[in-house]
């Protein structure tokens, strides 16, 4: 099953490798939480290896007002309420990108084993030997299933020093709330299919087309 690929991922990443979470909580060594339930997830494998799962990320998309977004239940006095109407993020307008974790295998190569996934702007350009495919690709990968599904837009928790580092490849969040402590300094960010589609820098634009191409594929598989 494909979730429990992407929970394999996160508790070697959110246990094991950060600390995060408790990993006595996760005697199965898969991490997962009651979001997943209707979330979407995004894997990306290893070319030269089919079974190696190398990054994850998910889209947590509720159905009705019963299920709250991740930012919502624990991050809500974090957003500002003149900057987004707070009952957008109830009515399905928004979903949610959380989770995103890449092995550390595959990040230690910057020096950044302490985070869970690179996108280091000082090498963050197409062409460069040390651009974050594997970080990028599963935004790609979100943005192109919610252009296909017609969502609004996507929030997500991060770093302001991330924000800074996707706006240099055109992919800019706007922020609409302040920083707090949330498994680091983080703040809330949204991202718009319009805001997206204008900005973003046209090299990145080629991976997207791809990434696009390769989500639609898979989910014709299925």
């Given at each position: 099953?494909?979730?429990?690929l992407?929970?394999?991922v996160?508790?070697?990443?959110?246990?094991?490798?950060?600390?995060?979470?408790?990993?006595s909580?996760?005697?199965?060594?898969?991490?997962?939480?009651?979001?997943?339930?209707?979330?979407?997830?995004?894997?990306i494998?290893?070319?030269?290896?089919?079974?190696?799962v190398?990054?994850?990320?998910?889209?947590v998309?509720?159905?009705h007002?019963?299920?709250?977004?991740?930012?919502?239940?624990h991050?809500?006095?974090?957003?500002?309420?003149?900057?987004?109407?707070?009952?957008?993020l109830?009515?399905?307008?928004?979903?949610?990108?959380?989770?995103?974790?890449?092995?550390?295998?595959?990040?230690?190569?910057?020096g950044?084993?302490?985070?869970?996934?690179?996108?280091?702007?000082?090498?963050?350009?197409?062409?460069?030997?040390?651009?974050?495919?594997?970080?990028?690709?599963l935004?790609?990968a979100v943005?192109?299933?919610?252009?296909?599904?017609g969502?609004?837009a996507?929030?997500v928790?991060?770093?302001?020093?991330?924000a800074?580092?996707?706006?240099?490849?055109?992919i800019?969040?706007?922020?609409?709330g302040?920083?707090?402590?949330?498994?680091?300094?983080?703040a809330?960010?949204t991202?718009?299919?319009?805001?997206?589609?204008?900005?973003?820098?046209p090299?990145?634009?080629?991976?997207?087309?791809?990434?696009?191409?390769?989500?639609?594929?898979?989910?014709?598989?299925?």
């Amino acid at each position: 099953m494909l979730c429990a690929l992407a929970y394999q991922v996160r508790y070697q990443v959110y246990c094991k490798e950060l600390e995060f979470e408790d990993e006595s909580a996760f005697p199965d060594k898969l991490e997962s939480d009651g979001f997943d339930a209707f979330s979407d997830h995004f894997l990306i494998f290893h070319r030269g290896d089919p079974d190696e799962v190398v990054g994850t990320v998910r889209l947590v998309r509720p159905q009705h007002r019963g299920q709250k977004l991740p930012v919502v239940v624990h991050c809500l006095d974090a957003i500002d309420s003149d900057k987004i109407d707070l009952d957008h993020l109830y009515d399905g307008r928004y979903g949610e990108l959380s989770r995103l974790a890449v092995k550390g295998e595959y990040r230690r190569r910057l020096g950044e084993s302490k985070v869970p996934f690179v996108v280091n702007g000082s090498r963050a350009h197409l062409g460069f030997p040390g651009f974050p495919y594997i970080a990028v690709g599963l935004y790609m990968a979100v943005a192109a299933w919610c252009h296909s599904r017609g969502m609004h837009a996507v929030i997500v928790m991060m770093e302001p020093r991330l924000a800074r580092h996707l706006a240099r490849l055109g992919i800019l969040f706007e922020p609409v709330g302040r920083e707090i402590v949330y498994h680091g300094r983080r703040a809330p960010y949204t991202i718009n299919q319009d805001v997206f589609f204008r900005h973003i820098k046209p090299p990145l634009r080629e991976l997207y087309d791809y990434v696009a191409a390769e989500v639609g594929d898979c989910y014709q598989d299925l």
